[in-house]
């Protein structure tokens, strides 16, 4: 009777109180290292306002900011490249171009495209943000 009753009206809150808070709960899509946090807890966010930055520290790429048209033209996908970081004084880190960008970086005055080059190995004092420079094999 009232027991079962007051029983079952307890397990319905408990199902209630878990579904709001599954909708409070924010998963990444992946599992990733947090970089920037934009809110804290407890702080009010607007829909689509982003929150945190999270990333794959098993996969860091480089993207060259400042090839030129002359420069891209000789570029191919697959390439050869040697990467340097100031981080990382002696040390080059072989890698592959894998995508160059179709139309140049807008907002910049000189006419440059970005190209992805992606590392044969990481090495673990790399971050992101480090300025590299890129040397890319091409075609004689």
């Known amino acids: 009777g009232l027991a079962e009753a007051q029983v079952t009206q307890a397990q319905v809150a408990v199902e209630l109180a878990k579904a709001q808070r599954a909708k409070r709960q924010i998963v ?31 996969s860091l790429r480089i993207e060259t900011t400042d090839l030129s048209e002359a420069d891209i033209a000789r ?7 040697s990467v340097t970081f100031d981080a990382l004084p002696g040390q080059t880190i072989k890698g592959t171009v894998t995508r160059i960008a179709p139309m140049s970086t807008p907002g910049v005055s000189a006419v440059n495209y970005t190209v992805i ?24």
């Open 28 to 58: 990444a899509p992946f599992d990733g290292t947090l970089g920037t946090v934009y809110a804290r807890s407890g702080e009010w966010v607007s829909p689509g306002q982003s929150i945190v930055t999270v990333g794959d520290l098993g």
């Open 117 to 140: 080059v992606e590392l044969k190995r990481l090495e673990p004092a790399l971050r992101w943000g480090m300025t590299a420079f890129v040397d890319i094999q091409i075609g004689q």
């Open 75 to 81: 570029v191919r996908e697959g390439a050869a490249a």
